[in-house]
């Protein structure tokens, strides 16, 4: 289609009431190159019907940008979306499970193909999926290793405390991303995560000292009795706790431990 002619029809694609619409679809579908098509995807008149016309011609429907705007537009046929998610680039299959006016299932196939193709993305790559992922890509990627790949997951909004306690818990975690966590401004004055990373042997000692004098009564008691933390820890726990250091006289008898 020429340049001329092809950008006149893309604006009555894009700009086109219903009826139109589906009068140009009938006089020039068979001759739509892609660029031209995608124009459709930009009119809110677009029906599932029309997209289903338009997926059934083989050129369109091997075009990649025409998948990608299948995909994410929320009157396409679920079918033919799920069929497309399954080949989008990771970038892709982001914006299309972020898109809340997508069908939640449709969603859903893009969070678990961006699960998948975790182990083959970078760190930069990683990165941007845990700082826009949504609830099931929190859950996978919250277990990275990489402390730049952690930081930016901490930035997503739809992180919640609940992610996270299990991280500051496991003491298979890496102590960096710990002490990360311990350090965040937005995380380390939630209790329960404050709790969970004194009580975490993997937590660094410069990490976990801070937050001891944050702890309530009942959570020292637990950090001082816990012989799986280091001796300073216990100690500082029982102090903050009001009890005396092991060993000294007088006072409190000491915790156990």
């Known amino acids: 289609m020429s340049g001329d002619a092809g950008s006149a029809l893309a604006r009555r694609l894009r700009e086109a009431a219903e009826a139109e619409l589906v009068a140009l ?94 182990p083959g993305l970078s760190v930069g790559e990683k990165m941007a999926v845990a700082r826009g992922g949504g609830v099931a890509v929190i859950a996978a990627i919250r277990v990275d290793p990489t402390p ?15 992610h996270l306690v299990p991280l500051a818990a496991s003491p298979a975690a890496s102590p960096r991303v710990l002490a990360l966590l311990a350090a965040s401004p937005r995380w380390a004055v939630r209790s329960a995560i404050r709790s969970a990373l004194c ?8 990490a976990s000292l801070p937050l001891l004098p944050l702890l309530s009564r009942r959570d020292l008691a637990a950090v001082a009795s816990d012989e799986r933390l280091l001796l300073p820890v216990r100690q500082r726990a029982r102090l903050l706790g009001g009890e005396p250091r092991e060993g000294r006289q007088g006072g409190a008898r000491p915790l156990r431990g």
């Open 199 to 206: 009580r975490n042997p993997a937590t660094p000692l410069a």
């Open 25 to 118: 679809v009938d006089a020039h579908l068979e001759r739509l190159d892609p660029p031209t098509a995608r124009h459709l995807f930009r009119n809110p008149f677009l029906t599932g019907a029309l997209i289903e016309r338009l997926a059934a011609v083989p050129e369109l429907a091997a075009a990649y940008e025409i998948r990608r705007e299948v995909a994410r537009h929320p009157r396409a046929p679920r079918v033919l979306a799920l069929r497309f998610v399954s080949g989008l680039h990771w970038a892709d299959l982001l914006a299309v499970a972020s898109e809340i006016r997508v069908h939640p299932v449709v969603r859903r196939a893009a969070d678990q193909r961006l699960i998948d193709r975790l």
């Open 148 to 162: 730049r790949v952690i930081g930016a997951l901490l930035e997503n909004p739809r992180l919640t405390e609940g």
